[in-house]
């Protein structure tokens, strides 16, 4: 299942008890505010969260998969994301957490 911008919206409506109209002010900024300070070569450290960044990608030649025709690609800036090592724990403990289960569940047919 994904989750979409409207689901954080409503999410932090129901938990900060606000109105969905706050709470999409509220997320739309959050992220503006993440993209604005990226535009501008900041970097953005949200301790137990993570770290978003900018990294520098040379020019160099590709390959199209679909034609296999070659092109040049610039050399440009992309948006990265580094998880904090707490983030990173909880995920991997929860997805672990599910496939063992699914494991067990199948061994035991």
Do not use: H, Q
Request: proline share 5%; glycine share 6%.
């Amino acid at each position: 299942m994904n989750v979409t911008k409207a689901d954080i919206v409503e999410r932090v409506a129901k938990n900060v008890g606000t109105n969905r109209t706050e709470a999409k002010a509220v997320v739309e900024e959050v992220l503006a505010t993440v993209v604005d300070s990226l535009k501008e070569g900041n970097k953005i450290e949200l301790r137990g969260f993570g770290v978003f960044s900018t990294k520098y990608r040379p020019a160099r030649t590709a390959r199209n998969p679909k034609t296999g025709e070659m092109i040049e690609l610039a050399d440009r800036y992309v948006p990265a994301f580094k998880p904090s090592p707490d983030f990173s724990n909880k995920v991997t403990a929860n997805l672990t957490k599910g496939k063992s289960a699914k494991k067990n569940a199948k061994k035991k047919k």
